[in-house]
């Protein structure tokens, strides 16, 4: 069968190609902004999305995985003995400053987890999570190697104590977060509160007496000299704080049920199944910083950037064959002819302009995660809604272009 | 008296038959004006026409006389001003859009001056796509698509573009579209102008052929003199106004 479409499209390559390449083009802004933004939110939530949890417990007043008030190590106990609860872990987070060999300085994020436990395990590419049972022992996330200035089995400093390198994980780090330093619950709890001076506070309350360990600042809190006489890590008091509580359900739980029971269990907290927590982290960025609004922004104005360039390809190449256009209408060409003519013709070139698109940034993506840890995330979910928008795009701009030859005078095929 | 004034006397309902011979084409008080701002051009001025079946009919005139214009509307393509268009006993200026363009796709083979073929198809596909939107598809399309070259002398040419053709064989590939669906009006627009001596010749014996043999009616815009021969009427037309009819062969 003829398909006057597709035998245009192809008629002029040069032509063809130049179209193509605009439309590559189009598809490929929409691809990188949108992986871009969808990267962005996902790195911010790698961390919880990995975990096995089926709960996570915070302070009521936590914002984002990075922005919570501390628990109670107690309160893990407390957690543990929760009917219906397997498996309950702590998870410590806190800040800190990298110092390199070479006095280069870094701020850092740094999450303590049992590394024998079962809830928080990340993905090892070299040494393995036991190694971090050792005193000031450290693993970082493999993309910020070069920006810390370490290889396995090396050694820097974080704030005064020393941290060595003996492991590497992968797939952690977010955009959004400084860089980020797992270790054990004794090491990160040195480390976090190593600029800190504590003392116990203790009262005595209706059900007992209550005690709270009280963080201050220390005098030596902005001084990078190798600490004397280092200590092994403390495990950790009932009193230290934490940042979240993980729980693992026992099998079969109401989840919805388990997590009212953990909030009775534990005042002032709240618990989010690791899906509620993952969409919050999310949309705090997305909708309460600058950073989600610009990307989306981007993302938007590489789909309206995209349909104007097909548009103009489109209405260029019917305007290049109006006259074979007004040939079909002066024969009795049904109308429904030639607007599926130009509708096919806008599919093929949705579908030539997608496919080396895609091959295209995925290589990008391939290319900006291994060099520089930063996420383009094209999934199989936004591969298809991205041809999806193609198709509209493109099919859009055909109907853009058939208005001009719906007012085209089938009395131009006279003219000669 | 004139063909065109014995014709004048009838209501263009009843034109089915003057002196014993069949009307295929009537044209009563066809008017064309264009306006641009307050500037209004009579294109043409209460044209009455009738030609008959079988008959190869020209149209002459000078340049600016209104020919194609006549062509347009009387094909079917343009809307006049003012007036009634009556082809094989249909009245098309009372036809909607989509009425007009199924007469057309039924009734009417177009030949244009410049061929019009699509580039981007052989010649053959051309003629099977004219045969595509007529509703005949796959094979039996193909059937006829080369048998209709075969007739135009082009069965050795038919995977050939229109770049790769001679104007003489491009026209040939354009009578073979036109000649599609076998119609019985053939409108032809200054279909030797761009041909030389001999592809021009060979082009007037095919229109000949279609309406000697085939019983087609045949209306050509031309001021090639070498169509004279084979016509049966010609009228000029001349700022609007149609002049003379006449019979050629006479």
């Known amino acids: 069968m003829v398909s006057i479409a597709r035998k245009n499209l192809f008629e002029d390559l040069p032509r063809f190609l130049v179209a193509q390449a605009g439309i590559m083009f189009a598809v490929s802004l929409v691809t990188i902004q949108t992986g871009i933004l969808e990267g962005f939110t996902g790195s911010t939530t790698q961390l919880i999305d990995s975990t096995t949890a089926d709960l996570w417990v915070a302070d009521v007043e936590m914002v984002h995985l990075e922005l919570t008030k501390s628990l109670l190590f107690r309160q893990v106990n407390i957690a543990q003995k929760v009917d219906g609860v397997q498996k309950a872990e702590p998870l410590i987070m806190g800040g800190g400053l990298w110092l390199t060999n070479i006095g280069q300085l870094t701020p850092l994020r740094t999450f303590g987890f049992d590394p024998e436990g079962e809830l928080f395990r990340p993905q090892t590419t070299a040494g393995s999570l036991r190694d971090l049972k050792q005193p000031y022992t450290v693993m970082v996330d493999e993309s910020k190697l070069n920006s810390l200035n370490v290889q396995i089995g090396g050694s820097a400093q974080i704030r005064s104590l020393p941290a060595k390198l003996v492991a590497i994980t992968q797939n952690t780090q977010s955009i959004a977060s400084s860089s980020v330093v797992f270790t054990s619950l004794e090491n990160a709890n040195a480390y976090i509160y190593s600029a800190f001076s504590s003392k116990l506070d203790c009262k005595l309350e209706e059900e007992g007496v209550n005690c709270t360990t009280i963080y201050e600042k220390s005098d030596k809190a902005d001084s990078f000299e190798l600490a004397e006489n280092l200590e092994t890590p403390e495990p950790l008091s009932s009193t230290d704080a934490i940042a979240y509580i993980l729980i693992k359900a026992k099998p079969g739980q109401d989840l919805e049920v388990l997590k009212q029971k953990l909030e009775a269990a534990l ?43 097909v548009g103009q390809i489109l209405y260029t190449s019917v305007s290049d064959h109006i006259k074979e256009f007004g040939t079909l209408k002066a024969m009795g060409a049904p109308d429904g002819v030639i607007y599926g003519a130009i509708v096919e013709q806008s599919l093929w070139m949705a579908i030539l302009g997608y496919i080396p698109s895609m091959v295209l940034c995925l290589g990008l993506s391939y290319w900006a995660l291994a060099t520089e840890g930063v996420i383009i995330l094209i999934t199989p979910l936004s591969a298809v809604g991205i041809f999806a928008i193609t198709v509209v795009m493109c099919v859009g701009a055909a109907l853009f272009a058939i208005q001009k030859v719906t007012r085209v005078d089938p009395a131009i095929v006279f003219k000669a | 008296m004139t063909n065109c004034q014995v014709a004048d006397f009838y209501p263009i309902q009843k034109l089915v038959a003057v002196n014993n011979k069949q009307i295929a084409i009537a044209a009563r008080g066809v008017k064309m004006v264009y306006q641009s701002g307050r500037e209004i051009f009579h294109a043409l001025k209460d044209i009455n ?120 064989q ?64 010609i009228v000029h037309l001349e700022d609007g106004m149609l002049l003379t009819s006449s019979s050629a062969i006479a």
């Open chain 2, 49 to 168: 026409l009738n030609i008959h079946r079988g008959d190869i009919q020209l149209l002459m005139g000078p340049s600016g006389s209104g020919k194609t214009t006549l062509l347009s509307i009387l094909a079917g393509i343009l809307t006049p001003s003012g007036g009634r268009v009556n082809l094989l006993g249909e009245e098309i200026t009372k036809m909607s859009d989509h009425q007009l363009s199924r007469f057309r796709l039924e009734n009417i083979g177009l030949i244009f001056q410049s061929f019009n073929l699509f580039p981007a198809l052989t010649a053959l596909e051309n003629v099977q796509l004219a045969l595509k939107i007529k509703g005949i598809k796959g094979k039996k399309a193909k059937e006829q698509a080369l048998s209709l070259l075969s007739q135009v002398g082009l069965a050795d040419k038919t995977n050939l573009r229109p770049r790769n053709l001679s104007g003489g």
């Open chain 1, 267 to 309: 005042p002032g907290t709240r618990a989010y199944t690791t899906a509620q927590m993952s969409k919050k982290t999310k949309d705090f960025w997305k909708k309460r910083t600058g950073v989600g609004f610009i990307l989306g922004l981007g993302a938007t104005v590489g789909v309206i950037v995209g349909m104007v360039i």
């Open chain 2, 170 to 233: 491009k026209q040939r590939v354009a009578i073979a579209r036109a000649l599609t669906g076998s119609p019985q009006l053939i409108m032809a627009d200054e279909p030797t102008a761009a041909l030389d001596s001999r592809s021009g010749q060979r082009a007037i014996e095919l229109l000949r052929r279609l309406a000697k043999e085939e019983g087609s009616t045949v209306l050509i815009v031309t001021h090639d003199p070498r169509i004279i021969d084979v016509s049966d009427r």
